[in-house]
């Protein structure tokens, strides 16, 4: 079995949603042939959020343009079912409209379909270990994005409401969300601090734990709203 497949909990499950039957078939051939475990394909939104609740896989390699529902739509309510889930959308388009409606449904990472097989395959691997993948070019679209959202004033809070208290991280913590929200590379930031790869995962994991936060995306969000990036 090819490593980059492999992960704590043996095989990484992936499963493949995809209109083209061809294009699905040649995708999930491709993924199991390099050690991923394939544990469902569907053509359809329908199919693709039932078969996404039953197989429970680790990451969701989700086209957009589904018939019966959107991949977007699909995106949410697979989300919504399963926080834990990764989605990695593999998409014709590289339009910036399509990559931001798909990172504010829930998706971790947006690969566009010129992308080599190689490239897909780390991209799976990556989104399994937490880590945001965007097609070169796109990681700084979505940056800035959660920069404009962030200056947009928050919602008023009720009368008499307190601000709930922030929960204390680390000072370690801290300085990897900080990398993070520069939009470093697990990989990246372990070269920076000097520790492994894999203590850096376990200080994000922390990290959403203690923020009640399911994914790297909105761990960005939350440190560039509090300027964390700018540091």
């Not at 990246?188 to 492994?196: D, G, N, P, T, Y």
Request: charged share 30%; aromatic share 4%; with cysteine.
């Amino acid at each position: 079995m090819s490593d980059s497949a492999q992960h704590d909990k043996g095989p990484i499950k992936v499963m493949v949603v995809d209109d083209h039957p061809m294009w699905r078939d040649a995708v999930a051939r491709d993924l199991a042939e390099s050690g991923f475990e394939v544990v469902a394909t569907a053509g359809d939104g329908e199919q693709a959020v039932r078969r996404a609740k039953a197989a429970a896989p680790d990451v969701l390699v989700l086209d957009l343009n589904l018939p019966g529902k959107p991949g977007v739509q699909v995106c949410k309510e697979v989300v919504a079912d399963r926080p834990t889930v990764r989605v990695l959308v593999l998409s014709a388009s590289g339009e910036h409209a399509d990559v931001l409606e798909a990172v504010k449904s829930g998706a971790t990472g947006y690969l566009v379909k010129s992308a080599s097989t190689e490239e897909l395959q780390d991209a799976v691997r990556r989104t399994a270990e937490g880590d945001a993948v965007f097609t070169p070019g796109l990681a700084g679209l979505v940056l800035g994005e959660y920069r404009r959202l962030a200056a947009e004033p928050a919602p008023a809070a009720g009368a008499g409401a307190e601000e709930p208290e922030a929960p204390r991280l680390t000072d370690r913590e801290t300085e990897v969300l900080r990398l993070v929200a520069k939009g470093l590379s697990y990989k990246q930031i372990a070269e920076r601090l000097v520790i492994s790869h894999r203590t850096v995962q376990n200080h994000v994991q922390n990290t959403l734990g203690k923020l009640q936060l399911h994914n790297r995306v909105e761990l960005v969000r939350y440190a560039i709203e509090r300027g964390l990036d700018e540091e």
